[in-house]
């Protein structure tokens, strides 16, 4: 059996627009595992000052990084995502779908100096701003393109920065758009990655520079940037050494062969036990997650949201289980944090 649990996220809609919330990067409370849910994307108001856990996104014009962002959180197809435009100023946004973390996004542009500053609004933010405090940073290459000149001298600036700041802070290079007719098959995609790791790390040694530094191969059309974007998001959990375990425990009490700890509005795994991740077993947990939303959409209770009509597609009392073929059974159900 594997087990697939929702932490705490409510109904599965998404907002047309970004709300500004004057408290997402104010003096309040680092404790944001206190916090509770709100709504999922709230736009910073201008205010330079970290108050919240980050993940950075950097890499250069039309290497996938708004992309990679409106398919995980705003529900955009992939195919959608070739009409959008360049990103042209930072972009930050909060990501609050459950109690158990609560993060902001920076999006920054590609022509964006990793060390130098950059006006956001009013207010001008520094890399001491940007790199500071528990900060995962993830870097977009084009499989597609290559990665040579600026693109590479800006990878490099990037970790010297951050690991100046932030000694603790991990790069994450995700090898983007390794799909299409350019990689037919796993051969093409893993020449790639180790064409492209040498050339990294052979130059972060000749700069001296030392950052811990992973390499993932990524893309929208299938489940590996939902795999890599999990493992980033998990690293700025404080407790998530304590949940791992407490997953372990529950494998090992009920005889569940693998448990994860799911947002079921983005289908990211914020936990999941200490056992390997088996790609197709996650894979076919997200779809499970599909399934049960479309179907709790059609028949779900109807509540009233703002005086209109809205069916609650997920909430505390919603719990599925799916027998496949093969035997295995995929248990969904939510998990209340807290009261």
């Known amino acids: 059996m594997t087990e697939a649990w929702d932490y705490g996220s409510s109904i599965n809609t998404f907002p047309e627009s970004v709300e500004v919330d004057p408290s997402i990067l104010s003096e309040a409370s680092p404790k944001v595992l206190l916090v509770g849910p709100s709504k999922s994307f709230k736009c910073a108001e201008q205010n330079p000052r970290r108050a919240e856990l980050v993940c950075i996104i950097l890499g250069a014009r039309r290497s996938g990084k708004s992309s990679i962002y409106r398919v995980l959180f705003s529900k955009m197809s992939p195919h959608e995502t070739l009409f959008l435009e360049s990103t042209n100023a930072l972009e930050i946004s909060r990501i609050s779908n459950s109690k158990l973390i609560t993060f902001q996004i920076w999006d920054f542009p590609g022509g964006f100096d990793p060390r130098g500053e950059f006006q956001y ?29 600026e693109a590479l001298r800006r990878i490099i600036d990037t970790a010297e920065a951050a690991s100046t700041i932030n000694p603790s802070v991990r ?9 299409g007719e350019l990689f037919p098959s796993d051969d093409e995609k893993l020449e790639t990655k180790t064409q492209i790791v040498t050339l990294i790390n052979d130059h972060l040694e ?35 050494g ?12 009920c005889n ?69 073929s093969n035997e295995l059974v995929l248990y969904l159900r939510y998990v209340r944090l807290g009261k």
């Open 121 to 149: 609004g009013d207010a001008v933010v520094g890399p001491s701003t940007a790199y500071s405090g528990s900060t995962a940073v993830v870097m977009c290459v084009d499989a597609q393109v290559g990665l040579e000149g």
């Open 171 to 179: 790069l994450h290079v995700f090898i983007h758009k390794v799909d």
């Open 206 to 240: 000749e700069n001296n520079i030392h950052i811990s530094v992973t390499y993932s191969l990524t893309s929208i059309y299938d489940n590996s940037i939902s795999e890599c974007f999990s493992k980033v998001v998990q690293e700025l959990i404080p407790s998530y």
């Open 242 to 253: 304590v949940l791992e375990k407490l997953l372990d425990t529950l494998n090992s009490t």
């Open 256 to 324: 569940i062969e693998k448990s994860f700890i799911f947002d079921v509005m983005s289908k990211l795994y914020y936990a999941t036990d200490s056992n390997p991740v088996d790609l197709q077993t996650h894979e076919l947990c997200s779809d499970m997650i599909d399934v049960v939303i479309d179907i709790s959409g059609i028949y779900g209770a109807v509540t009233e949201v703002g005086g209109r009509p809205k069916v609650q597609a997920y909430d505390a009392a919603s719990a599925s289980a799916i027998k496949l």
